[in-house]
């Protein structure tokens, strides 16, 4: 801390003071400049979301986020690992203990699993994250916010693209918007994409639609969202030590002979109405609601003889429909120096969920990677009901107070109707109540310091409560959900030509949620002690010239546990071993010099540190880093605004060889998935405006 403090100031005594304006939406009652926010919060904005890369995947752009690792698993039939300060490193596929929104609608289910697969990062114009304390003003499972935002459409345009990369990578998209007339706004979007990938069973397909209709007339804005995807991909599942050490395109055999594969299917529609009052006490209203259906089927490569083995297998096909609903209503309230948003959220999900056999015959007739006998029906409930509120005072020129509070109770439930091995059948309430506190001074026009406190809930996923811990059948009610209490210091300058954010946090967790028996696609989740989080984050963004521009953000994260937690057979285990799948610390780095006549050229730099693969430490995917390259041109068409904009991209410039992710805690010990080997990207924009 006196070290980030000094360089602080070296920084900002050396440099004259300009606000740069962010306007932000997630944390705050309405919106404000994230400069002003006393939290860490950090706005990938459109520009940067396109020198990304494809625009298939969220962590290409979300690399430029401290604190947070969203890592691509190269492997499109399980969606990306991402964690935000060391929480949701535990989630093996989906992602866990993370609120995702797009457009306002939740993508993360009531039991706190969620997926980033259907966000339309090609319509986006910004992505917001917030980490830290006041995170926990989204609910339960709420240790970081990602949240993607599409813009209303102001003026008529149309732009199509098309890429083609390495490893067989092809796409296709088009977006167009326009204002309608009498207050109607229209954006709408689509999109192809097809992938071999660099491992055999490895090749994808996805398809998305999305759209958004806004009217606007007088006091009230309502904003209709529709989105729609289908992404039929094989899994290459994941590499042992000895695998991965021959090579990034190993595949493990077992993927191939059961021909290991995922086809997710999602539709989902939302609607908010939104009026504003006049400048009385109540200032505006906004009620949202939203409704979807999710489909899964999954093979795995679990053996016949461990389903045949045990009737309480629920077989190596996952099948399963998810409806799920939700409705938040809340009113602002200001006066003065004091705001004020009051809420009610309610969240529902239902999976009817189908286990089957992955094989049918016996013998040399025996063919594996099919829909076999029933092993596994069951319907799944998950919802959520919550209270909240937010305020915000003014308490001095300079000075500024905030705090918020949110209780609600989570119900999970499953009724078995599948009883020839027992009745699975159970339920488990977690209440929670999860305050937030703030404070922001002003110590300069450019320079604000900040510090903050929060209590965090975290329940147990569906998935986590399916098995017991103890091998036998039944519910796992015994499960309890993990708190966790955060504090925060940081501190933000905004100068001419430079932006500088800067934070310390510490999280301490009881009650950690962590495997304690995984086998055969089979894992039982106990509670496993107390854990501490803490690390320092920076942000630097640096202007000196028009032409160049450099940005680094960097940070260090010791996730550990405080505690002995489990039986470990004689391997050191317990208290002084790291979290599983936390990495010591990350940077990301970029040099660029932009010119008229010749377009913009860059630089990237990548780094995340070693991590272990399971809690007991037995082994640990090394610490890396990558490079990149990018250039990037637009060429107007014409005097009316057309234009066609060029980009090419080569990443892992020097061809590391390195895990990207990793499967935490997997009982096959297949830990290992590789990153992508040196690859190559160009695409082609033509917009109609600028």
Known sequence: MRLMHAIALACLAALPAR?????????????????????????????????????????????????????????????????????????????????????????????????????????????????????????????????????????AEFAARAGAGSFGLRQLGV????????????????????????????????????????????????????????????????????????????????????DTRKKARQTQLGASWRHRWGEGLLRESTVAAYAGGRSITQFLSIPPFVQLESPLQGGGVVDFDR???????????????????????????????????????????RVLGVFGALRRDEVNHARTR??????????????????????????????????????????????????????????????????????????PTLGEVAYRADGNGGFNDELKAQKSRQLELGAKWRGDGLRLDLAAFEARTRDELGVVASQYGRSAFGNVGRTLRRGVEAALDWRPTPAWRTQLVASTLDASYRNDFLDCDGTPCGAGNRIAGAPRGSAWAELAWADARWGEFGVEWRAVGGAPVDDRNTDAASGYATAA??????????????????????????????????????????????????????GLRVSSRP
Do not use: C
């Not at 491992?199 to 729609?228: C, E, I, M, Y």
């Open 175 to 258: 977006e167009a918007a326009t204002p309608l007339g009498g207050g109607l706004d229209l954006r709408a979007a689509a999109s192809t994409m097809q992938i071999d990938g660099f491992r055999p069973q490895s090749g994808a397909d996805k398809h998305q639609a999305a759209a958004r209709l806004g009217w606007r007339a007088g006091a009230d804005q309502v904003t209709l969202l529709f989105n729609h995807l289908e992404q039929p991909a094989d899994d290459p599942l994941g590499l042992t030590r000895e695998q991965f050490d021959l090579g990034p395109e190993e595949t493990v055999a077992n993927a191939i002979n059961y």
């Open 386 to 459: 919550e209270l909240y509120a937010q305020a915000q005072w003014a308490l001095a020129a300079d000075l500024e107070a905030s705090a918020g509070l949110r209780s609600g109770r989570v119900e999970l439930s499953s009724r078995d109707e599948f009883l020839s091995n027992g009745d699975d059948s159970g339920r488990v309430d977690y209440d929670y109540t999860t305050p937030v506190a703030a404070l922001r001074w002003r110590a300069s026009p450019g320079l604000n310091l900040y510090a903050s406190f929060g209590r965090g809930h975290e329940s």
């Open 19 to 155: 606000a740069q304006q962010t306007v932000v939406i997630t944390g705050s009652p309405a919106g404000r400049a994230a400069h002003d926010a006393p939290y860490a919060i950090s706005v990938v904005d459109q520009d940067e979301i396109r020198r990304a890369g494809p625009m298939i995947n969220a962590s290409e752009a979300l690399v430029r986020v401290p604190g947070l690792v969203a890592s691509n698993r190269s492997n499109y039939a399980q969606d990306l690992q991402i964690s935000s300060r060391g929480f949701g490193a535990r989630a093996t596929f989906g992602v866990r203990g993370l609120r995702l929104y797009a457009d306002g609608i939740p993508a993360t289910g009531p039991d706190g699993q969620g997926q980033v697969s259907h966000f339309d990062l090609a319509g986006a114009e910004r992505i917001e994250v917030l980490r830290g304390p006041f995170s926990a003003l989204y609910g339960n499972s709420s240790g970081g916010v990602i949240a993607i935002h599409t813009a209303p459409a102001t003026r």
């Open 323 to 365: 409806r799920f609903d939700g409705v938040d209503a809340r009113a602002r309230l200001a006066g003065g120096p004091f705001d004020l948003v009051v809420g009610a959220a309610l969240e529902r999900q239902r999976d009817d969920r189908r286990g089957y056999e992955n094989f049918v015959g016996s013998g040399d007739a």
């Open 629 to 682: 390259l990018r250039w990037s041109k637009r060429y107007p068409l014409g005097a009316g605004g057309a234009a066609m904009e060029w980009l090419l991209r080569v990443d892992n410039l020097f061809d590391r060889h390195y895990a990207g992710s990793m499967i935490v805690n997997d009982g096959n010990r297949r830990y290992f998935e590789p990153g992508a080997p040196r690859n190559a990207f160009v």
